[in-house]
């Protein structure tokens, strides 16, 4: 890599996903950081940096999935060791930005989470960040710091054409989703469906209508995250009562938190499609049905960008 004015390039790991940030410093060609990242019996975080840092340019890779706050506190703390050791840029590469889905006030007496996030970074000393399919695009405004904002859609979209669909159609699980269908189904040459869902009381969602050419046809569910899979399983039923031949489903970020592999194992799903930038645990390995891309070479690509100061433009289409 050419020399820039913030130093030499350093990939650091956190314990929320040490596979991806290996395979960012792979793709990169730059080893890892060496650090020690312990805790204490009470479970405070515990931080060491084993090698000097002064004037380079830093990026710690830490997606803030579950255990969120844990993973959170590492990230702090961390950059802040960083910071005080005279680090010449600080980047905060989170593929997955926890709290984001508490980002306005929609109801009476309670927080607007990720901008209390996004103030925490920045106080934590870090110059910038980079992160991957924001559940509203409009949280970068929270930040007062540069944020590159990456999607995962050419990952999906290389991976789903070179399938053998025939007739297809993506569907958008929601209106609020439908500009993300969109977008996947003129890349791909598809038929777009809308999936018109209600919300009950308690939260679980309901399917009502299902709007456009979808009977005999290869159904694509496109979503951003996949949490318990309530939507996931229903809207596959409701393609499937309305003449749907295959249905899959893709999504950037597989949380599948809760009920959601037992969900997705009994809907009439035949394959779930999401991508690594949160792990999936040893115990809940991706079976079957789902299957896994991975966004480290997108976000090597970004990392070396931003390092270099290049556009990151190229990588938006």
Do not use: W
């Not at 959170?72 to 010449?88: G, K, Y």
């Not at 009439?268 to 999401?274: Q, S």
Request: glycine content about 6%; proline content about 5%.
């Amino acid at each position: 890599m050419r020399p820039t004015g913030f130093g030499d390039l350093k990939i650091f790991a956190g314990s929320a996903h040490p596979q991806l940030s290996r395979e960012i410093a792979e793709f990169l060609g730059v080893p890892l950081g060496q650090a020690r990242l312990r805790r204490f019996p009470d479970t405070e975080v515990s931080f060491q940096i084993d090698e000097n840092i002064r004037g380079t340019d830093v990026f710690i890779v830490q997606p803030t999935s579950a255990p969120v706050d844990q993973h959170l506190m590492e990230l702090m703390i961390m950059t802040d060791a960083f910071r005080r050791s005279s680090a010449a840029r600080i980047t905060a590469v989170l593929p997955y930005y926890g709290y984001a889905r508490q980002d306005r006030k929609d109801k009476p007496r309670v927080p607007i989470s990720a901008k209390l996030v996004a103030n925490v970074l920045s106080a934590s000393g870090a110059n910038r960040v980079l992160t991957m399919d924001l559940h509203k695009a409009q949280i970068q405004g929270f930040f007062d710091i540069p944020v590159d904002h990456l999607f995962a859609a050419p990952v999906i979209i290389d991976y789903l054409a070179r399938q053998d669909f025939g007739a297809l159609t993506i569907v958008a699980p929601d209106a609020g989703g439908a500009e993300r269908a969109r977008a996947y189904a003129k890349r791909l040459g598809a038929e777009l469906a809308v999936i018109d869902k209600r919300r009950s009381d308690d939260g679980t969602a309901e399917v009502m209508n299902v709007i456009g050419d979808i009977e005999g046809r290869t159904c694509v569910i496109a979503d951003d995250i996949i949490d318990t899979a309530g939507t996931i399983q229903k809207a596959a039923q409701a393609l499937r009562n309305e003449g749907a031949t295959r249905v899959l489903a893709c999504a950037v970020h597989g949380v599948l938190s809760g009920p959601a592999l037992e969900r997705i194992e009994q809907a009439p799903l035949d394959k779930l499609i999401v991508t690594n930038t949160i792990p999936l645990a040893a115990d809940r390995a991706p079976v079957g049905k789902i299957h896994v891309l991975s966004v480290a070479r997108l976000l090597g690509q970004a990392i070396r960008s931003i390092h270099e100061e290049t556009s990151v433009s190229s990588l938006f289409v």
